[in-house]
């Protein structure tokens, strides 16, 4: 079954320093990968997608990640975050059955 | 162009008891998924809609239930509350099937259910 793995729980990050988290999945066939941002009382939102061609993906707000697919990984990265990037961040990953599945989420703290 | 709506914002309820939650998807979507959100757990899948039909299933019990009607808007029922089932309980919608470029999911912004 597919399954999606987020590492880090609660990130905790002073405004300009870099910013990367872990995602790692379990499916042996072709996925499409994603990263959900949800701000606090906003609703959940689309950060960016990887469905195929360059494995480095941007996405909005300087956002980017990379998809590995040797280490089954697509981590999240930013070089220099903002107060504004304090939010919850989820990794999804969807297969060719259309379930898409997220991780258990990433808490980032940024301190001004 | 109007968002996911779902309603209602928040629910208390009592063990014991059911409870239907409501999702009206982006005008033009076909598809709606429910998840529900909990502390430490994540987004966890319910199921998934597309076209009046569920295509795909999460690992919950059958007290977990839902449908899609023909306008698209989805219904989801929960039976025999138990306190594990508080969370927040989200709904989201696409054009076509999750998973298809172009078809990203819109969530609303959910229902908090509390069961004591």
């Known amino acids: 079954a597919q399954s999606v793995s987020q590492h880090n729980h609660h990130v905790i990050l002073s405004e300009a320093a870099s910013l990367e988290l872990g995602c790692n999945y379990s499916?042996?066939?072709?996925?499409?990968l994603f990263w959900y941002v949800q701000y606090p009382g906003q609703h959940l939102q689309l950060l960016l997608k990887?469905?195929?061609?360059?494995?480095l993906v941007k996405g909005i707000k300087g956002f980017e990640a990379e998809f590995i697919k040797s280490k089954f990984s697509f981590n999240l990265r930013k070089p220099s975050v903002q107060w504004s990037d304090t939010a919850e961040y989820f990794c999804?990953?969807?297969?060719?059955?259309?379930?898409?599945?997220f991780g258990q989420g990433t808490t980032l703290q940024v301190k001004p | 162009k109007a968002g996911v709506t779902q309603t209602p914002r928040y629910l208390i309820k009592t063990r014991g008891q059911q409870v239907t939650l409501s999702c009206s998807p982006i005008?033009?979507?076909?598809?709606v998924s429910w998840y529900q959100q909990t502390p430490g757990q994540g987004l966890q899948f319910l199921f998934e809609?597309?076209?009046?039909?569920?295509?795909n299933k999460g690992n919950f019990p059958g007290r977990f239930s839902g449908r899609q009607f023909s306008n698209s808007r989805s219904e989801m029922n929960v039976s025999t509350l138990e306190l594990g089932d508080s969370a927040l309980y989200l709904c989201?919608?696409?054009?076509?099937?999750?998973?298809?470029?172009?078809?990203?999911?819109?969530f609303g912004n959910g229902t908090r259910l509390t069961v004591t």
């Open positions: 989201a919608s696409s054009l076509d099937p999750p998973g298809q470029d172009n078809s990203p999911l819109h």
């Open positions: 499916y042996g066939g072709t996925v499409n």
């Open positions: 990887y469905f195929s061609g360059d494995p």
């Open positions: 999804a990953v969807t297969s060719v059955t259309g379930k898409l599945i």
């Open positions: 005008s033009g979507h076909r598809s």
């Open positions: 809609y597309f076209s009046e039909t569920q295509r």
